[in-house]
């Protein structure tokens, strides 16, 4: 495919991604930041945050909407502003915890349903030469985008008044729009505009059914580079002795940092390996990383490597995903969004998942169970993974992401 000389450059294009982060970094750092100021039980935090999570692995449920009616840009430009408001509401009524609670579960969703619409629609928009670049700046812009908003979010809201603080972050999430009014948005396919509502859903079942998508579900639904020691650690600095201003430092600015370099490394690696060995090759190497940190120190600089390299091989693995993914979908799918979301969703179940192993083991051993736990179940996930594509290989090379 050669490339539209009248698209911006990838990397632009990618960081249209800013949404997700900035969304994310709101709910789970900034929110339960301000909640805890307020007094609320760490466990009504914790519920909280649980919930407004609920929609990033099951909106793609309706996700085929996207792809249904109207144009994908109108989609991301309405789930954009959606998100943006709720993210507004939720800061607004932080006191009323049954309403916040509410606002933060539609807008994960929304902001959920944007990343699908343009993984979609962008994805389609660049050539099979520019995927893996668009999928590591889809992360740059998740991780950079995150810590971006972590850094400064607390400022805005402690230093200006509350409300203006409130409008001015929430309006972040809009930064990509004069990007994506400018983007070349085909209509949806006339005949999947023009279907009845239950045509349209025979050909999402349909597509469930092609073994490509299966096999790539398989593949992400297992822990084999879900890196989830990512979501707990910086909760753990005290167990190395890390001060409360090393754990803001590591978690903001070292955690984006990190993100970036583990992001752009992979469009290198992608023309040595096929995307599928890079993945299972990141998820053993950071499953050996992780399992060397049981024989370190508790140490405070111990403590930031932890971060930092579990964030690195984290982010790594997501623009694997991105580029198998984008590659999946093609060009000219009718179904892209659909397909997007269906397939993004899938990785954050083994994080959920192994966020609970990973707990229970630090309830029975400690720092080294959870190490142990991530680690050893990471190396099996791996190794089943490798052996099961490289038999079923031999029959089909149909069954392999590519």
């Known amino acids: 495919m050669t490339r539209n000389p009248w698209l911006p450059p990838v ?30 039980p760490q466990q009504q935090i914790a519920y909280t945050t649980a919930v407004g999570l609920v929609p990033s692995f099951c909106s793609f449920l309706l996700s085929p909407l996207i ?63 520019d995927k893996s670049r668009l999928g590591a700046w889809f992360t740059v812009a998740n991780f950079g985008g995150g810590g971006f908003t972590a850094v400064i979010a607390i400022i805005l809201l402690r230093e200006l008044p509350f409300q203006l603080g409130a409008i001015i972050l929430s309006l972040l999430l809009l930064a990509p729009l004069p990007v994506l009014a400018f983007l070349p948005a085909p209509p949806a396919d006339r005949r999947l505009a ?27 639904a297992m822990p084999a580079a879900s890196f989830a020691l990512t979501n707990q650690l910086s909760g753990l600095g005290r167990d190395f002795g890390a001060s409360e201003q090393l754990v803001g430092i590591v978690a903001g600015a070292g955690v984006s940092m990190a993100g970036i370099v583990g992001s752009l490394i992979v469009p290198r690696l992608i023309r040595e390996f096929r995307p599928l060995h890079l993945y299972l090759l990141i998820g053993s190497v950071g499953c050996l990383f992780t ?40 060009n000219n799918n009718p179904l892209a969004a659909t397909q997007y979301a269906l397939l993004a969703a899938a990785p954050t179940f083994p994080i959920a998942y192994m966020q609970a192993v990973d707990g229970t083991a630090y309830a ?39």
């Open 194 to 220: 023009s279907d009845s509502f239950r045509e349209f859903f025979r050909e999402v079942l349909a597509l469930l059914g092609r073994r490509t998508v299966l096999w790539t579900l398989l593949l992400f």
């Open 11 to 40: 990397w632009l294009m990618g960081l249209c991604n800013f949404p997700l982060g900035a969304y994310y970094a709101v709910m789970l750092l900034t929110l339960p930041q301000l909640l805890a100021a307020n007094s609320v």
């Open 291 to 330: 399992l060397m940190l049981i024989g370190l120190p508790r140490t405070p600089a111990i403590f930031a490597l932890a971060v930092l390299g579990e964030n690195a091989f984290q982010s790594a693995a997501f623009a694997v995903e991105s580029t198998i993914i984008l590659r999946g979908i093609g």
């Open 364 to 402: 029975g051993g400690g720092l080294s169970g959870s190490f142990l736990a991530d680690g050893f179940v990471g190396l099996v996930a791996c190794a089943i993974l490798a052996s099961l594509f490289w038999l079923v290989r031999r029959q089909s090379e149909e069954i392999s992401p590519s």
């Open 67 to 129: 792809d249904w009616r109207f144009r994908r840009r109108t989609y991301a430009i309405v789930f954009a502003g959606m998100a943006a408001l709720m993210a507004f509401s939720a800061l607004t009524f932080i006191r009323e915890l049954g309403l916040l609670t509410v606002f933060l579960f539609f807008g994960s969703a929304s902001v959920t349903l944007y990343y699908a619409a343009i993984g979609g629609w962008l994805g389609g928009l660049v050539g099979s030469e």
